[in-house]
């Protein structure tokens, strides 16, 4: 019998991978390694789950089992990959056992950047990454009133408005001036912002987290901050950032910057070996979004089958789950030089960025703006074509 090809994580990409490249060759030997629980669920629902009361079961739309009859495959929980050997295609796992490979596909994700909080309470804070951080979270929230939120950005947004829905005051810190920094243009980031605070955030600009300690005879957290002041809440919650898992790649001698570095076709240095989801950099973009990551799936899986197929990206708009400003943006390129134009009336915010030419590179749209985000997607270039 051949070697299977294997991936490496159970997340969207993983299980991405795995769907598209059963669909395309129903005979291929199939082993999906999960260092954890090995279930399906959908990340990015953790950050507004909690308003509609989901519990991180209830999350899991299919178990182990269910996903490997599904898929034909093997699924491996609780399956940690501790080296890999690209020259004899074989991997290290946890259980020191060896798994060869015909071809290997990581799908890793990514771990939150650590805070670097001081105080007798630094090992408190939380992230929520994966289905496991979110227990911690939900059963943490109970009687809880006021959750100190480090990071304005997409995650941390999210998240503050879905603990609006539960009955908690949620408290961002940021270094910035307004949310969404990195996504949104200045008037859309106020207008947005104010829509949140007008729903019941609050929002402390120009500070980050210095220390979290706990406090005697109290439940609450005391957060002091780089400017000296202090507030106090029942938790806290880091939503900084996440860093691509790239130290398994490196220590097999694969090409790492910013992700595992890949070619349009997925292809890391060695051969045989791809990657895929929140821990690739492809042709030097990260992008840690559902739609970057489906494309890629089926690119990947098309030249797992036998044809060779690079991964396409047109325009992608991301939709901020924030029910209190309904706003989609998608993002110029990066090395770009439009120039932002911005429409703002009392039900919406409609920002265009264009180049000299008066080409379309990126759009945010907030309020009723958003019902252009198809006619404007078509109009906008793709990042990977």
């Known amino acids: 019998m051949s070697a299977p090809v294997v991936i490496v994580g159970s997340g969207l990409a993983g299980f991405g991978v795995a769907r598209e490249l059963r669909r395309l060759d129903p005979e291929v030997a199939l082993v999906i390694l999960s260092r954890d629980h090995g279930g399906f669920y959908s990340k990015p629902m953790l950050s507004n789950a909690l308003a509609s009361g989901k519990t991180a079961t209830s999350l899991v739309m299919?178990?182990?089992?269910q996903m490997a009859a599904e898929l034909v495959a093997q699924v491996r929980p609780h399956t940690a990959v501790e080296a890999i050997d690209t020259a004899q295609r074989h991997l290290t796992l946890s259980d020191g056992s060896t798994l060869a490979y015909r071809d290997l596909v990581l799908a890793l994700g990514a771990d939150p950047i650590p805070a670097g909080l001081q105080g007798t309470a630094a090992n408190q804070v939380l992230s929520v990454n994966d289905l496991d951080d979110y227990a911690t979270f939900s059963e943490r929230l109970v009687g809880i009133s006021r959750v100190v939120i480090l990071?304005?950005?997409?995650?941390?947004?999210?998240f503050a408005n879905d603990l609006l829905n539960c009955g908690v005051t949620p408290v961002v810190l940021d270094p910035g001036s307004a949310p969404l920094s990195r996504l949104l243009p200045?008037?859309?980031?106020?207008?947005?912002?104010?829509?949140l605070e007008a729903a019941g955030v609050k929002f402390k600009w120009g500070v980050t987290a210095k220390a979290v300690d706990t406090i005697d005879g109290s439940p609450e957290l005391r957060v002091t901050l780089n400017n000296g002041a202090q507030c106090q809440a029942g938790l806290v919650l880091s939503a900084i950032g996440l860093r691509p898992r790239v130290d398994l790649a490196r220590a097999a001698g694969l090409h790492v910057g910013r992700g595992v570095i890949t070619n349009a076709r997925l292809e890391t240095s060695a051969e045989h070996v791809y990657a895929v989801g929140d821990c690739a950099e492809v042709q030097g973009h990260n992008l840690p979004y559902v739609m970057p990551l489906m494309n890629q799936a089926r690119a990947l899986a098309a030249t797992l089958a036998g044809t060779p197929t690079a991964v396409v990206y047109p325009a992608m708009p991301v939709t901020v789950k924030t029910p209190a400003c309904p706003t989609v943006v998608c993002v110029p390129p990066p090395d770009s030089t439009g120039i932002w134009q911005v429409e703002v009336t009392d039900e919406a915010v409609d920002a265009r960025n264009l180049d000299a030419q008066g080409r379309l590179l990126g759009f945010a749209l907030l309020g009723r703006a958003t019902v252009l985000k198809q006619s404007l997607a078509v109009q906008v270039s793709g990042l990977l074509s």
């Open 62 to 65: 299919k178990s182990p089992p």
């Open 186 to 195: 200045p008037q859309a980031g106020n207008r947005f912002g104010a829509r």
């Open 151 to 158: 990071g304005a950005g997409l995650i941390g947004c999210e």
